[in-house]
């Protein structure tokens, strides 16, 4: 079985200061990692992913995380935040063999960016 | 594409009565899961289908939950009878995963694409 903790459910932040949101997971297999954005009134959307190969993977719009087996870490980075990326951050996981791409997912992190 | 479907986007009812949420996954998507979304307990997968199959339901919290799939492109999720404590946004995901050259599943990733959910408040 995986889990997923979010530890900070919500992180105010002031628009074009840098972001941290914390993910960290327990699992006894290999898993994927995923970090999923949430708008107002919207379905999750897959914001990046790791599944192997090089630990720090980046979205389109200057996200990245960073994957870090030892510290079982999976964090996600911004360094200068927009008004738009206001949203809620899902952290995820899904084992990589077995378990038919199941998805366990953390509480959530509301990301509020302020001017 | 039209994305993942759901209707309704939202729906009040009363407590005892028969709710029934549907979901049209993307065309040619093999796999459809349904989650529930709750401030108490955030996203947890209720059940999935693979080729309208259902593999895994233990998420499905107790009898008053069914979930169907009678076809590719319908899958339904219904609560008889509603209870206020499953006032929850119900979320439909669907993907797709291929089959190997003996016919299984084959492993790795699949992208699961979400839709909008369902808000829905048992008074």
């Known amino acids: 079985a995986q889990s997923v903790t979010q530890l900070d459910s919500q992180v105010p932040v002031f628009e074009e200061a840098p972001v941290e949101l914390r993910c960290n997971y327990s699992?006894?297999?290999?898993?994927?990692l995923f970090w999923y954005v949430q708008y107002p009134n919207q379905g999750l959307q897959l914001l990046l992913k790791?599944?192997?190969?090089?630990?720090l993977v980046e979205s389109i719009n200057g996200f990245e995380a960073e994957f870090n087996k030892s510290q079982t870490s999976f964090h996600l980075r911004k360094p200068s935040v927009h008004i738009s990326d206001t949203a809620e951050y899902f952290c995820?996981?899904?084992?990589?063999?077995?378990?038919?791409?199941?998805?366990?997912f953390g509480t959530g992190t509301q990301l509020k960016v302020e001017l | 594409d039209a994305g993942v479907i759901q209707s309704p986007r939202h729906e009040v009812t009363e407590m005892g009565q028969e709710v029934t949420l549907r979901c049209k996954p993307i065309?040619?998507?093999?796999?459809l899961f349904w989650y529930r979304q709750t401030m108490m307990r955030g996203l947890e997968l209720l059940i999935y289908?693979?080729?309208?199959?259902?593999?895994?339901d233990s998420g499905m919290p107790e009898d008053r939950f069914s979930a169907k799939m009678p076809n590719a492109s319908f899958s339904t999720l219904k609560i008889q009878p509603s209870e206020p404590r499953d006032s929850a946004v119900y979320f439909c995901?669907?993907?797709?995963?291929?089959?190997?050259?003996?016919?299984?599943?084959?492993?790795?990733?699949?992208?699961?694409?979400f839709g909008p959910g369902t808000r829905l408040t048992v008074l």
């Open positions: 995901a669907s993907s797709y995963r291929g089959r190997g050259l003996a016919g299984g599943p084959i492993s790795g990733y699949n992208e699961q694409f």
């Open positions: 699992s006894s297999v290999s898993v994927y």
């Open positions: 790791y599944l192997s190969g090089s630990t």
């Open positions: 995820a996981v899904s084992p990589v063999t077995g378990g038919g791409n199941k998805l366990t």
């Open positions: 065309s040619g998507h093999n796999s």
């Open positions: 289908f693979n080729n309208n199959v259902p593999i895994d």
